[in-house]
């Protein structure tokens, strides 16, 4: 809510110096704050677009369906990585529309875990391993869809590419598949991974997390939503 409130007092405070400078930017800001308080289906996605500086109020072209098979062993995270954990799919079809991606027919959404939220905020609260108890339970999703999204970024929802409230990039987590060290450490323990992409600067990038460290609230798990 504070970081809200401080973009609000921050946006008055530059429709006051337009109001000053520029009346041409100002009936244009009013123009756009009119059709988002009237039809804010329309245009808010639009505008989100605009804000991360990629294309928008283009023509929607037709919806694209897309044949992946979900079985596919993924790419490793880092070279000699063990494939420790791999639930794999099937051939499915990929389907977006309005911004939301389908497989299948059923909508890819975002999860947060309760160990990253107390006291109703988000907080980095606990390992990557603790999460992974609660979410493997859940209609995860695996890194084969990680490298498909890499090879067809078009495909990334929307949603995914918001930022969180403290202007951080999201990082998506794709639980079904899990890595690890070839070799033990110096402790004796073969450290853990899980594939995650984020989406930043207009462009979806692959990458990977420890499960021994802390688990910011920024990291997010990739399921079916219904």
């Known amino acids: 809510m504070s970081n809200s409130m401080e973009m609000l007092g921050r946006i008055t405070k530059e ?3 337009l109001s000053h400078d520029n009346g041409g930017v100002l009936g244009v800001v009013c123009d756009l704050l009119e059709k988002l308080v009237n039809d804010q289906d329309t245009y808010l996605p639009e505008l989100k677009q605009f804000a991360r500086k990629e294309p928008c109020w283009v023509k929607i072209g037709p919806v694209i369906n897309k044949q992946v098979d979900l079985a596919m ?3 490793l995270p880092f070279p000699n990585a063990i494939i420790q954990k791999h639930v794999g799919g099937r051939k499915v079809v990929i389907q977006k529309e309005n911004g939301n991606v389908y497989i299948n027919g059923k909508q890819l959404g975002l999860y947060r875990s309760i ?3 107390q006291n109703g905020n ?7 391993v603790s999460v992974l108890t609660e979410v493997e ?22 949603a995914w590419k918001e930022r969180d ?5 999201i ?3 794709f639980w079904n598949s899990l890595f690890r060290e070839p070799k033990p450490t110096a402790h004796g323990i073969s450290r853990g991974f899980v594939r995650c992409g984020s989406w930043d600067n207009g462009h979806w990038f692959p990458g990977y997390i420890c499960l021994g460290r802390v688990w910011l609230s920024n990291r997010l798990a990739a399921i079916f939503v219904d």
Request: charged share 15%; proline share 11%; aromatic share 6%.
């Open 171 to 173: 990082f998506v987590c």
């Open 165 to 169: 409230g403290s202007g951080k990039p």
């Open 15 to 17: 429709l006051v110096l």
């Open 137 to 158: 339970k859940l209609p995860v999703q695996n890194a084969t869809l990680c490298d498909f999204l890499t090879a067809h970024p078009e495909y990334v929802p929307e």
């Open 115 to 117: 160990h990253q939220q």
């Open 73 to 75: 062993l993924p790419t």
């Open 122 to 128: 988000t907080q980095q609260t606990e390992l990557g």
